[in-house]
């Protein structure tokens, strides 16, 4: 519950912080004030398991030591050159080339998801040939709250409507399928249209995508569908720009889910998983495109906090305990446990219309209904409460609740949390008889 000490701390921020506050702030109406390993400490003193690790940022956990003593150095000797070399720069170039496929050889370095998009934006632009001048992307994708990338999904805020120079393809939406079709009889029909509307089409420089769409409600796509597009991208010329801003550093159990889904993209972006919390983004790429004459210009890929050297020493630190500890291996171990659970959950509870994910990333949508399959926010709202009532924090968006818990928790955890998260399903169903 909300207790007496963070209700006076909201209520004294809310004279003067603008709102708009993500969903599950305003729900959740939490002051958190430390954390460790899995769990939060909110202002009042209750404990949370946070399987919504930060903002699915924390792979390692909140604090991880090792995490906290590279920040702690580098903050006594240096904060910021511009983009200057720093002593640590070279090892994290490496340390990508060992984590990342061998043709991913080229980095560069950013603060945010957003801006490493807008950077594989201006990357695209410049290499690509004349008349290559619109940009392919999927419906349902996000991207970041940037123009650029706001551009990319035709995301439109308020009276304004610009007019994106993108076309936009078919999700993978196997659970609402705009094409009324099913899996797998459908034959992957919007794969096929993706690759006619954008594959295909020669005025298209490149295809921006989440291999799982993550804002959208983790939609895992069927087999067959990234190999069409894929390499019809490839015959054509398109470029494939792999937004890995949620799912690399990996949260699927592959250090980029491209890799397990059979993509060879040309470019990814990377954020949350880098830095363990940190603001700290990787545009990573083929030595052809990053390297290309018309990138290679003064100041293309610096900006005020690119390459900060604390960005740089918590990711390095971030991404040698992810290598050494073997923490991919434990999240494919864990996310089968996760499937399996949630695949009793979801039989037991009818609120629950749909569970999919990968690895230790899961959406679990809320319906109204199993037959009609009427969207209800209604529901998830009052799950992801009763939740963190029980000390259980998820990530709530719409009618869908994501499941990404720190790659670090121990079996046991899982199970408590999971426990929690049946209690919170059986206690809503009670009360919304």
Request: glycine share 10%; hydrophobic share 45%.
């Amino acid at each position: 519950m909300t207790g007496s000490r963070q209700r006076d701390l909201l209520t004294r921020e809310a004279a003067h912080l603008a709102p708009g506050a993500s969903e599950e702030a305003a729900v959740g109406e939490r002051v958190f004030t430390s954390g460790v390993g899995t769990v939060l400490t909110d202002a009042d003193g209750n404990r949370y398991l946070d399987f919504a690790a930060g903002t699915l940022t924390q792979s390692l956990g909140h604090c991880h030591p090792e995490v906290v003593a590279a920040l702690t150095e580098q903050a006594r000797r240096l904060w910021n050159v511009h983009d200057f070399a720093t002593a640590d720069r070279a090892e994290l170039c490496e340390l990508l080339a060992a984590l990342l496929p061998a043709e991913l050889d080229t980095y560069a370095y950013f603060s945010t998801g957003a801006e490493v998009v807008e950077a594989a934006l201006r990357a695209v632009a410049a290499v690509a040939p004349p008349g290559r001048n619109r940009l392919g992307a999927l419906r349902y994708g996000f991207h970041g709250k940037t123009q650029g990338a706001r551009l990319l999904v035709h995301w439109d805020i308020g009276y304004q409507s610009l007019a994106g120079n993108s076309v936009l393809g078919y999700s993978p939406y196997c659970y609402r399928c705009p094409l009324e079709l099913t899996y797998p009889s459908c034959g992957v029909r919007c794969a096929d249209l993706v690759r006619k509307h954008i594959a295909d089409k020669p005025n298209i420089s490149a295809l921006v995508f989440e291999p799982v769409l993550g804002a959208a409600g983790v939609i895992v796509p069927p087999p067959g569908y990234w190999e069409r597009i894929g390499a019809a991208c490839r015959a054509n010329g398109v470029l494939l720009v792999a937004d890995e801003v949620l799912t690399g550093g990996g949260r699927t159990g592959t250090f980029l889910a491209s890799e397990q889904l059979g993509i060879e993209p040309d470019l990814v972006t990377l954020a949350k998983g880098m830095a363990s919390g940190f603001p700290f983004a990787v545009l990573a790429g083929r030595r052809e495109v990053l390297r290309h004459p018309e990138i290679d210009r003064a100041g293309s890929t610096a900006s005020t906090f690119a390459s900060n050297p604390l960005g740089i020493a918590a990711a390095l630190a971030t991404l040698t305990v992810l290598r050494r500890d073997q923490l991919l291996t434990q999240v494919r171990v864990l996310g089968d446990v996760l499937a399996a659970r949630l695949a009793t959950l979801h039989d037991r509870h009818p609120m629950l219309g749909d569970v999919r994910g990968l690895g230790l990333l899961w959406g679990l949508e809320f319906v109204r209904d199993r037959t009609t399959r009427t969207p209800a926010p209604e529901l998830a709202r009052a799950v992801y409460r009763r939740a963190l009532d029980l000390g259980l924090r998820t990530a709530l968006g719409g009618n869908i609740l994501r499941l990404a818990p720190p790659f670090t928790l121990d079996a046991a955890e899982l199970d408590q949390g999971l426990d929690l998260l049946d209690q919170a399903l059986t206690e809503t169903a009670e009360v919304t008889r």
